[in-house]
């Protein structure tokens, strides 16, 4: 088992109010799954998919990740695990404008303790992986969306994390790009990669192996 | 992982250049001052540090009651000091007295003549202070009665030949003392560029000695200024509680109590008030060196609010490495490269302004500064660029990567009000700084006009002041007559020291009537000419002044006005005094005139009518004719003095030179309150090109419903202004209060009025103003359609 969630609870106060984002979500993954989540805008898969990813806390429940509590870790604890494991995808892909693929593949590696030439070669191996070595000195301004996106997907994969998280990682590319990236995604996950993304589309649901529905932050 | 955060620098110069380049004018131009008052400072502090006595090394002061309730200084000294100083006092390894030559003596050999300062110091004198000698035994080379050491520069420039003129005679003359004799050169010194003195020649004290009169010996005469080597372990504070009484056990008339004052401090230290060594030099040197950190502090603010308030275009980057495993730490790390490396771009800039500079800045410190090329300074340098990036990139650093990563990528700034605050604190602070700068330098030059326009009792303008020396040594009188004749000479005199520096005192004088406290009174004393009162404008209070009278005719004197008060005489004229020595009736009062510089009081005064030790000559001309007469005195002079440059000076002009370190202060302020406000503004413009971007959509969607332009230029600039007004409120009282403590020193100083302060606060105001509305108005003006379509 990769991770588990065990009556997980987040809200926010407003007004002297509680609004509930998540309510009693429980699940399961294990390794190797391929799991979608959806449900209507507004019903809290991104909440989800954070917390998930520990980019974002929760109120209540429990979360194990790998035999470890992540509800009880410290930050710093929780952080490394992050680093080590996790691989987030955007719908907006975040590259960094100032970078070129090159290096927007590399930042991942500088804050772990990779050498420089180690660096290089695992550089190297995802251009080549994504056959993108032709392009790996333009800017991401100059790329079209899809491309962008695979370069998204090639620094999330490029410290072998065991999980990849995925918001709407088609949600900005027409649906030829679309399909590529859910290919690629099918291809990942024969070899090994779990991942869990959030869709809109049916289509791209299929692709997955398991569907979990949300509906006003509550699993249906 | 630095490398890379170097790339990411250059990258965003080029892409935000007006940003960089804010901070970059705000950072070097800060830098570049910061740099320059560190060399005055640098300069200042180095001053009398190479003697290698400094420790031990002391001056002998005085202090005497004025009988106005607090203590004067005087570093005079009777000459008999020596000798007790030398056998009673046990903790006093050597002493030496120095008697200073008023003005310029000649130097003369066989085919040269040059006027030159020097003194006669006692035997030890090279042994106290580490004058190097380039030739000569320091024990020995003053040891005889007529040797001389004189100066590396007077040896190249009076004997041409090579090596040390070491052996040959020169003759030597002053008029004010009498001297005139020939001296054998046994000796030559060199004097460091840090030394604070300067002079071209050094007599035997026994010369001077044996030209006085016995008379003149005893401890109510004082002369020379005296120094004194301590043995190691003596402890000054009570060393001087033993040593105060030693002029009252030897002269139980004398009112004088002594003191030690470390040489090598007097330099920055160099205001005594009541008996305390306080201020002076190290005030300024102080102050500059706030006032230049200040300044670089603006510059970091600068840097902090620009990058703050263009966190919005960073953020992401911040949230994108967060998410890819990034740690605070790393990030912080990442900004404080940017500010450092921006610093020490900024610095190298400063380095070649500074040098490209430096000559200007000498001129206006009055200072040979140097930039020297040195590890120690570089290291300095660099601490400094490190230190400002690291300062400048701390709260954008952290400010910068306390969010969290999830909110970042949502795009959303949580914008908490307290970094509002913060900015706009740190906006307050800059104009407070600038406008308190403003207020100094209005005030100090206002109050620098107002002594020099003071009325001073006498008329300082259309004087010349000629130093007495060589010719008119023995033909005073006679030039003086024929100065007379020329017609655009209105009058003509002498007097003992000169306008501005009237130092020569005497004490226990005894009048019928005396209460007990007067007979502490210290007298201002000087010998002037019989016409000394009218050709320097001075009114009569009562009685006569000295006209018609025949000069050493020692049976008269003529006091101020607050002498006769404090005396406590009814009908002073007539009333005769016993000032040790002659009796002397007094046959006028004269209206009270200042000497010395305004940060004195009028002290008690004595003019008396003789002709000896006279050092200036004064000859008042008629405006409008200066050119004709001086040419006329020009001739005149050359006929007394042949082949001698005809030397003078205007007395007003003399008179400014008081007030020159002041001068100088005010003018180097006067460039840091200027570039205070500069980086100030620029800082400001860089804030208000940023929110009028960032509000372009607000102001468009404001007019769309109805926003007139004006109104939209309001909302836009009045934030601003709101924050310099802020500023102005909080700093005026604080400037009132400044400005009266700096002014409090002089005893004649300008009242303060409230609009000084409010016009110091307005120029700041309207230069804000200025810089806030032109972007403001562009935003405004802007078409609604525009800034929509670009959503
Ligand atoms: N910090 C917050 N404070 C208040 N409400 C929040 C906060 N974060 C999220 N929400 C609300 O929680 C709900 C779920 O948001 P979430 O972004 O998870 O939805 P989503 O399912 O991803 O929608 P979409 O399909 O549009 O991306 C929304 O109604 C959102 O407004
Ligand atoms: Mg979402």
């Known amino acids: 088992m990769l991770l588990q969630l065990k009556n997980i609870f987040k809200w926010v106060n407003s007004g002297g109010q509680r609004i509930f984002l998540l309510k009693d979500i429980n699940f399961e993954v294990s390794e190797g799954e391929f799991i979608s989540i959806m449900g209507p805008s507004g019903s809290g898969k991104s909440t989800l998919l954070n917390v998930i990813g520990m980019l974002d806390g929760f109120d209540e429940g429990e979360y194990h990740f790998l035999d470890e509590s992540v509800h009880s870790l410290k930050e710093k604890h929780r952080s490394n695990l992050y680093k080590e494991y996790i691989g987030f995808v955007f719908q907006s892909y975040h590259l960094l404008d100032d970078l070129t693929v090159k290096e927007n593949l590399e930042m991942p590696l500088l804050y772990k303790k990779y050498s420089s030439s180690e660096r290089k070669a695992k550089v190297a191996d995802m251009l080549d992986r994504f056959n993108i070595v032709g392009k790996k000195d333009l800017f991401p301004a100059q790329l079209s969306g899809g491309q962008q996106q695979l370069v998204g997907i090639a620094r999330a994969l490029i410290s072998n994390p065991k999980l990849i998280l995925a918001d709407e990682p088609t949600g900005n590319l027409n649906s030829k790009q679309g399909e590529e990236i859910m290919e690629l995604f099918k291809k990942l996950n024969d070899e090994g990669v779990t991942i869990i993304q959030v869709t809109h589309s049916e289509k791209n649901a299929a692709y997955g192996s398991r569907v979990i529905n949300l509906l006003d932050g509550r699993m249906i | 992982m630095l490398k890379n955060h170097i790339r990411l620098f250059l990258r965003n110069i080029s892409r935000d250049k007006s940003t960089f380049f804010i901070n970059l004018v705000g950072l070097s131009s800060s830098l570049t001052c910061v740099l320059l008052v560190f060399l005055w400072v640098k300069d200042e502090v180095v001053k009398d540090q190479f003697h290698a006595n400094k420790e031990q090394l002391y001056q002998v002061f005085r202090h005497v009651p004025n009988g106005q309730g607090s203590l004067n200084t005087y570093q005079s000294n009777s000459s008999l000091m020596l000798t007790t100083l030398q056998q009673e006092v046990p903790e006093v390894e050597q002493a030496v007295a120095v008697f200073r030559i008023n003005g310029n003596a000649m130097l003369q050999t066989e085919d040269k003549k040059l006027a030159s300062t020097g003194f006669f110091a006692s035997e030890d004198y090279f042994k106290l202070f580490s004058f190097p000698l380039l030739a000569g035994d320091m024990n020995t080379v003053l040891r005889d009665v007529n040797s001389v050491v004189i100066s590396k520069e007077m040896a190249e420039n009076l004997f041409e030949s090579e090596g040390f003129p070491v052996g040959k005679s020169l003759i030597i003359k002053n008029g004010e003392d009498g001297l005139e004799d020939v001296f054998t050169i046994n000796g030559i010194f060199e004097i460091p560029k840090n030394s604070s003195q300067d002079f071209d020649f050094v007599l035997s004290y026994k010369k001077f000695l044996q030209n006085r009169d016995i008379n003149d010996i005893h401890w109510g005469s004082n002369s020379s200024s005296m120094y004194a080597l301590l043995k190691t372990g003596v402890g000054i504070e009570s060393f001087n509680s033993k040593i105060e009484d030693l002029i009252k056990k030897k002269d139980s008339e004398n009112q004088a109590s002594v003191f030690f004052g470390l040489y090598a401090d007097n330099y920055l230290k160099n205001r005594f008030v009541n008996g305390k060594k306080s ?64 610093a020490c771009f900024s610095m190298i800039v400063a380095y070649a302004m500074v040098a490209l500079i430096l000559p200007w800045f000498s001129n206006i410190t009055g200072k040979q500064l140097e930039f020297p090329f040195s590890i120690s300074l570089i290291l300095v340098i660099a601490g400094i660029a490190v230190v400002t990036g690291l300062i400048s990139g701390s709260y954008p650093a952290f400010y910068l990567t ?341 002014l409090s020193d002089f005893a004649y100083r300008i009242p303060l009025r409230i609009w000084y302060f409010l016009g110091a606060g307005c120029t700041a105001l309207i230069i804000a103003m200025f810089t806030v509305a032109g972007q403001s108005l562009m935003a405004a003006k802007s078409s609604p359609a525009n800034a929509l379509r670009q959503e």
């Open chain 2, 279 to 342: 201020g002076g030099r190290i005030t300024y040197v102080i102050l500059l060196s706030i006032v230049a950190l200040f300044i670089l502090i603006i510059a970091c603010i600068n840097f902090m609010n620009l990058s703050t308030a263009k966190a919005t275009k960073r953020i992401k980057e911040i949230g994108v490495k967060k998410v890819v495993g990034a740690e605070k730490s790393s990030l912080i790390f990442q900004f404080l490269t940017e500010s450092v490396l921006l």
């Open chain 2, 402 to 742: 306390k969010f969290k990563a999830i909110s970042v990528l949502k795009g959303k700034l949580p914008t908490s009000s307290g970094d509002h605050v913060i900015r706009k604190g740190l906006v307050i602070f800059q104009f407070s700084i600038s406008i308190l700068l403003i207020v100094a330098v209005s005030i100090i030059y206002m109050q620098l006009d107002f002594i020099q326009s003071k009325n001073l009792g006498y008329n300082k303008d259309n004087i010349i002041t000629i130093e007495r020396q060589d010719g008119l040594v023995n033909n005073m009188e006679t030039f003086l007559e024929e100065a007379r004749m020329i017609p655009g000479v209105v009058n003509a005199s002498y007097m003992q020291g000169d306008m501005t520096n009237f130092s020569n005192s005497s004490s226990n004088h005894r009048w019928p009537g005396q209460s007990e406290e007067s007979k502490k009174f210290t007298f201002r004393h000087a010998h002037v000419g019989p016409d000394f009162i009218e050709t320097m404008g001075i009114e009569m209070k009562e009685g006569r002044s000295y006209i018609n009278e025949v000069p050493n005719n020692n049976s008269k004197i003529i006091l101020n006005e607050t002498a006769v008060e404090l005396m406590g005489l009814e009908n002073p004229i007539g009333t005769v005094i016993d000032m040790r020595g002659p009796n002397r009736e007094i046959i006028g009062v004269v209206k009270d005139f200042n000497i010395q510089s305004l940060y004195d009081e009028i002290t008690p005064m004595a003019l008396v009518c003789r002709s000896e030790w006279i050092s200036t000559l004064l000859v008042k001309i008629k405006a409008g004719e200066e050119k004709k007469t001086i040419a006329a005195l020009t001739q005149l002079f050359e006929k007394f003095n042949p082949g001698l440059p005809f030397d003078f000076d205007f007395l007003d002009a003399q008179y400014e030179q008081l007030y020159l370190s002041e001068q100088r202060v005010a003018s180097l302020s006067k460039y840091l309150a200027g570039l205070a406000i500069l980086i100030s503004c620029l800082g400001l413009f860089g804030l208000v090109t940023f929110t009028a971007q960032l509000r372009k959509k607000e102001v468009s969607i404001r007019k769309v419903l109805g926003q007139t332009t004006s109104q939209a230029f309001m909302m836009l600039s009045s934030e601003f202004v709101k924050l310099v007004m802020a500023a102005m409120v909080i700093t005026l009282p604080i400037a009132y209060l400044m400005a009266n403590d700096w």
